[in-house]
Every structure is written in C-alpha cells, then in structure tokens.
C-alpha cells in the first residue's frame, strides 16, 4: 500500500476550468448539495451558541479558568471516544450515523436555551452539557468527515473539504457578530434557542439524500483490534504521523486563544459582548479568506510547503494580537489569525484523506479528530489555568512561540517526509 504524499497531481489532472467554477465544483453533487445548504444554516446557530456560552461562563463567574474548564469539559470526551467513532465511521452506515448526532445536538441545545431563558441555568449545568456534546461530537466528527467522500468521491474531495472549511468560517463571521447584538439586546438563552433551531436545516437535508447502498465491513473478531488498526497506521505512516503531531501542537498551544477571548473582549480591549462578537467574527472572516483560497487551489502540488508557512503565518500573527491593546487593531490582527490557521488546519485535513486507503477513512479521521479537537481539552485547561495566574496575553503569546517552534521544525524534516510519502508501506500490523 503506498501513501504518497503529496498525491501526485498527476494521476488527476486538474480540469482547465474558470477558477471560479473550480472552487465550486463540489457542489455539482446533489448529496452534498443538500449537505451545504443545511449546514449553511445549522453552523451559525452553533458559533451564536459558542460565543453565547464563553459569555455566559464569564458573566456568571468572571473567571478565566472556569472558561477554560468548560472548553475541557466539551472536547475531553472526544479525545477519549473519537477512536470508537473512527470505528463506528468504519462498520455501519455514516448517513444514519450523522442524523443521530445531529438531532442529539439539537436536543443538548433546547435544553440549554431553555435553562437559560427561564434564569434557572448554573455553571456546573453548562458543564455537563458541554460534556454531553463532546461525546456526541466524538462520534459526529470523524463519522461525518469520513462521509464527504461518499457525498463527492475522490476527484472533488479536496474541494469539498475546503468548501466545509468555507461553510464553517462564512458562519463564524456570521454567528459571533449575531451573537453580540443578541447578547447586547435580548440575552444569550435566544441564542442557544436560534441553534437549536438551525439544526432542522441540516436534518431534513440529510434525509432528502438519496444514498448509494453501503457495503458494510466484514465483522473481524476483535473490535479493539479493528480500532487500534488506525492508530497503527497513523504511527506508521511517518507523513500522517508528522502532521498529526504539528495538528496537535497548534490544537494544545495554539487554539486556546479562542477559550480567552471573553477575557480579552471584555477586560484587556473593554469591548464587552458587543465586542467579543466583533472579535470572533474578525477570525472568521479571516478563516473564510483561507478556505476560499484553498477552494480555488487545482491541485495538491506545495501543499506540505503551504501546511508549514500557513501555522509558522498563525504563529507570528497571535504573537502580534497578544501585543495588541487597542481593540479595531486587535480585531485586523483576528484576520491573519483566522486566516493561516484555517490553512494549517483544511491543508492538514486534504493530505490525510488524501493518503489514507478507504477501508481505514473512518479510524484514521478519528485519530486527526482526536489530534485536534481531543487535545483541545488540555490546552483549554492549561490556559485557563496560567491566564488565572499570569494574564491572557501572556498566556496566548507563550502559545504562539511554541507554534512557531513546531512550524519550524516541520518545515526542517518537510523534504525528507515528501520522499518517505513515496515508499512502499504496509497498511496494517498484524
């Protein structure tokens, strides 16, 4: 089994189409069609509900290390499930999979709007809810990244994904500044009622899917054994493994930035919820810019390259941020931010699936989303918890540099990965 990477642009000649039309191709497929139009909607509910919960949080306790004790609580059960969602991604059909996970988000998210709406909401409530959607993210993630290929196949993939980057970062324009007006004018509970909401879009759009049949796996003795298969590739596979390390630094060091920013909106720039809408809504449009341009990219050619300056790019522009005292400054730095880490993290994504063989999809993605999103835990943990004792600046600008440290060095050993993706490697231990 051969994991090339990055794929040679070769054995998929890109088409000499407008660029246009080539960052939109992926949405010739009906399936993913209906898949967009219903995440166009479903995804700003859901950063309206990120933002109305950091809020939230810090309004009720006005403590950094309970904002960062909220974001473990929501994605430590994704490091500890995602493997058994890789496995479920793997075994048994995707499409009724994610309607399942869909419509228990919604659920999570009615009762927390309803909490909230009626004054009766408590800290330790938003911790066992955002635990609860941790676990139903451990199986929604890998299960539903896993099952874009079955919505575009091999050829459109790559644009699809950057087009999920697009979805997810057009919403993160959209949802934080709607967050912040709702916040400022009628509270942060019709927040989290709008998500629940946005989650009827998607649902009924996966059920007008009209799916191919799925073969089902073959049932092997072991299910621990089929799950450790993943990992056993992802170690092996030394390109993989070196991007799920660069993944996991940014997720730990990099990403907590976004758990402070409640402290940075309202006590370091004094824009308040207001402007924490503003803030997260810089990022996005900055993120958006990196998807889009990624979407429009024919080909893989440079992307290892791309993947190395885009996170050493995140780095240096979060340096700058935590500098930063002036709040229209600070949001124009967002921008960058948003932009390289959207690279960093869609780029990382487009050369795993693009190697991985698809029998092992599901378990390798559990493995990316685990590097990802199952370490953000700690590192949200971790900086609540020195921003308590230093400050948050201090914290996100101490992130940064080891960033920087991590890109350097994956843009050292770059060449000799790009040769070693051409060898000859065995896809499973027996």
């Not at 590192?379 to 920087?404: H, I, K, N, Q, Y």
């Not at 990965?417 to 000859?424: E, V, Y």
């Amino acid at each position: 089994m051969k994991a090339i990477w990055p794929p040679d642009p070769e054995s998929n000649p890109p088409k000499q189409d407008s660029r246009f039309k080539t960052a939109l191709r992926a949405l010739q497929h009906r399936n993913y069609r209906l898949f967009f139009a219903g995440q166009l909607i479903s995804l700003v509910g859901t950063w309206m509900q990120m933002v109305a919960q950091s809020w939230l949080v810090y309004r009720l306790t006005g403590s950094s290390f309970l904002l960062g004790a909220v974001g473990f609580a929501s994605q430590f059960p994704v490091f500890l499930l995602a493997f058994i969602g890789g496995h479920v991604a793997d075994r048994y059909n995707r499409h009724r999979v994610v309607i399942g996970t869909q419509t228990a988000a919604m659920v999570l998210a009615f009762v927390l709007a309803a909490l909230t709406l009626t004054d009766t909401v408590q800290v330790w409530h938003i911790f066992v809810l955002s635990a609860l959607l941790g676990v139903v993210n451990a199986f929604d993630m890998p299960v539903r990244q896993a099952f874009t290929v079955e919505l575009v196949g091999k050829e459109d993939l790559m644009n699809a994904i950057a087009l999920n980057s697009s979805l997810f970062n057009g919403a993160r324009v959209l949802g934080p500044s709607v967050a912040g007006i709702l916040i400022s004018g009628i509270g942060d509970g019709w927040c989290f009622f709008a998500n629940g909401a946005s989650y009827i879009a998607v649902i009924v759009g996966l059920l007008l899917m009209k799916m191919k049949p799925r073969m089902e796996q073959a049932k092997t003795p072991s299910s621990i054994r089929n799950i450790l298969e993943g990992f056993r590739y992802a170690k092996r596979t030394k390109p993989i493994r070196a991007l799920l390390i660069l993944l996991a630094v940014v997720s730990v060091v990099g990403m907590p930035y976004s758990v402070l920013m409640p402290v940075f909106a309202g006590k370091i720039l004094h824009g308040g919820g207001k402007g924490l809408g503003i803030l997260m809504g810089a990022t996005g449009l900055g993120a958006l810019g990196g998807s889009l341009a990624l979407a429009a990219k024919k080909g893989m050619s440079g992307l290892g390259k791309i993947t190395a300056y885009a996170c050493a790019g995140f780095a240096v522009s979060l340096i700058m941020f935590s500098l930063s005292r002036s709040f229209w400054f600070s949001a124009l730095l967002l921008i960058p931010v948003g932009f390289f880490f959207m690279v960093t993290l869609a780029s990382t994504n487009t050369l795993i699936q693009a190697m991985v063989p698809d029998d092992l999809r599901g378990r390798v993605m559990a493995v990316h989303v685990m590097m990802f999103m199952g370490m953000a835990p700690f590192g949200s943990f971790l900086a609540g918890a020195v921003a308590e004792r230093l400050d948050a600046p201090v914290t996100v600008a101490m992130g940064a540099v080891c960033c920087l440290g991590g890109a350097l060095l994956f843009m050292v050993r770059l060449p000799k990965l790009q040769l070693t993706g051409r060898i000859p490697l065995q896809s499973r231990i027996d």
